[in-house]
């Protein structure tokens, strides 16, 4: 007795396309092609359009030269002197902002406030008889910039460039929209403990912080120094 997998395979024959399905075929055929002809008719007319009205004007020297300011609708003229412009610039920024030197720029503009909070009040309370004085004495104004001014607000300075470096070394946000998490270019700390505690990788995540924390003390202790030096230099009323 023979079983089943022993019996011989029968090859599968195809047997013709019946009347029906050939005109179901010819039919969609006839559609799709009249349906692409119909969505491709308005496409060449537009493309038509635009270079047989606007190749003259992209010949002309006003074209790359000028802009649509003070123009309107109704009104011949103008160029895209601004458009030309503002994709370069679009492009310049993309470009900057995807590599190291955007990071840098995000750091200085979450930084900037701090350094203006230090050092506002002391130019607040700078007294303009010291300019003058050494104004009379002959001093240029780049002599009373380096010699006068910038020695009473380098404390500050210094002071408001600690707490700047302070608050950038936490940042999280801006370097990620800006930059992502680039191996070995743009990995900050914060973004590495959300990511080990994603893992359940708790140690290495304090160990992170643990760092940051550090970081964090010392600065705060820096700080401080620089004020107690600043008090110790102010003049005794």
């Known amino acids: ?48 359009s635009v270079v047989a009205k606007g190749l003259n004007a992209v010949r002309s020297s006003e074209w790359w030269t000028h802009s649509q300011a003070d123009m309107t609708a109704f009104l011949p003229g103008g160029g895209a002197y601004h458009a030309i412009v503002g994709t370069v ?14 990071i840098f720029v995000a750091m200085i503009f979450i930084g900037i406030p701090f350094v203006v909070r230090t050092v506002q009040p002391v130019l607040i309370d700078l007294d303009p008889e010291i300019e003058e004085a050494a104004a009379s004495l002959g001093a240029s104004r780049w002599h009373i910039i380096t010699k006068v ?25 801006s370097v990620i929209f800006i930059a992502g998490n680039l191996p070995n270019v743009s990995e900050i700390a914060p973004l590495l403990i ?40 102010a003049p005794a009323h």
């Open 1 to 48: 007795m023979t079983s089943i997998l022993d019996r011989p395979l029968k090859a599968r024959t195809f047997t013709a396309l019946s009347l029906r399905r050939r005109l179901a075929n010819a039919i969609a055929t006839v559609l799709v092609t009249l349906s692409v002809a119909v969505a491709l008719i308005p496409l060449v007319w537009v493309l038509y």
């Open 89 to 102: 610039m679009q492009g310049v920024v993309s470009a900057v902002i995807s590599v190291p030197i955007g």
């Open 149 to 173: 001014i910038l020695p009473s607000l380098a404390p500050a300075l210094l002071t408001g460039l600690a707490l700047a470096f302070a608050r950038a070394v936490g940042e999280y946000g």
């Open 194 to 233: 959300v990511i080990r505690l994603s893992e359940f990788r708790y140690a290495d995540a304090t160990a992170i912080a643990v760092v940051m924390l550090v970081v964090s003390f010392v600065i705060i202790f820096a700080v401080n120094r620089l004020q107690r030096w600043t008090q110790s230099r």
